[in-house]
């Protein structure tokens, strides 16, 4: 029987943890795991035996663990953001968890400077909805860009509420020149979790678009981060 298709971002978001190694399989065998979910808490009892959890209680918690986030990316998120009950772990585990999720940004960040960030969007997908699909307030990110499209910044340029992040133009602009950047793509996320533009999104966009093109720069796109999927504005014809 074939698999039901994956909703759009979902794979992108699955690229972002590949499945644990051999020699790791070695240590904690992932047939004596739940099923659900067994890649998952298999890497995750290993970080914890790592930060110097015993090797049956640290699969014991793993398999917990897991079952209360659904996913080890939504885990390492709620570490960094101190949420539900991995608060409760010791402080050990809960910086090693925080600074497994801050190493893999920094790969996804050294994987989008190697190449064109355009012609990386499984990457660029993943990296966004491990960053930004959990957060409950809306930001604006801006990805500044060298003439080969390689990332030559990831800056938050304004945070907000649940539904407005503010947004200047000239500050964007600014940072552009200042980095030399021959482009940029704009991101923001939707804590509703629901990727399809607003209004306002749309005239935001418009607004940025024109203070850019009096200094030759361009806008790449203006991705919005839902809580499953990237909708990019410019493949759907709203640039």
Request: with cysteine.
């Amino acid at each position: 029987m074939s698999s039901p298709p994956t909703q759009p971002g979902v794979a992108d978001g699955a690229a972002f943890f590949i499945a644990p190694q051999d020699g790791l399989a070695q240590i904690w065998p992932v047939a004596k795991l739940e099923q659900v979910g067994a890649d998952d808490q298999h890497c995750l009892a290993a970080l914890l035996g790592a930060a110097g959890m015993a090797d049956i209680p640290a699969r014991e918690q793993a398999v917990a663990l897991v079952a209360e986030y659904g996913t080890l990316s939504a885990l390492l998120l709620a570490a960094s953001q101190q949420e539900g009950s991995v608060r409760l772990l010791p402080e050990s585990v809960r910086v090693l968890l925080i600074l497994a999720l801050e190493s893999i940004f920094r790969l996804y960040r050294a994987r989008l400077m190697r190449g064109s960030v355009l012609c990386e969007r499984p990457a660029l997908n993943a990296y966004l909805l491990a960053l930004m699909a959990r957060d409950k307030t809306e930001q604006m990110r801006v990805l500044f860009l060298d003439t080969a499209n390689r990332l030559v910044a990831d800056e938050v340029m304004g945070r907000g509420t649940v539904d407005h992040a503010p947004v200047y133009p000239r500050e964007i602009v600014r940072r552009a020149l200042a980095l030399r950047a021959g482009s940029f793509v704009l991101v923001h996320n939707h804590p509703s979790g629901d990727a399809t533009p607003s209004a306002e999104d749309i005239s935001m966009t418009g607004q940025i678009i024109a203070a850019a093109r009096i200094v030759g720069l361009h806008v790449a796109d203006h991705l919005i981060v839902g809580k499953e999927q990237v909708l990019s504005m410019k493949e759907a014809g709203l640039l």
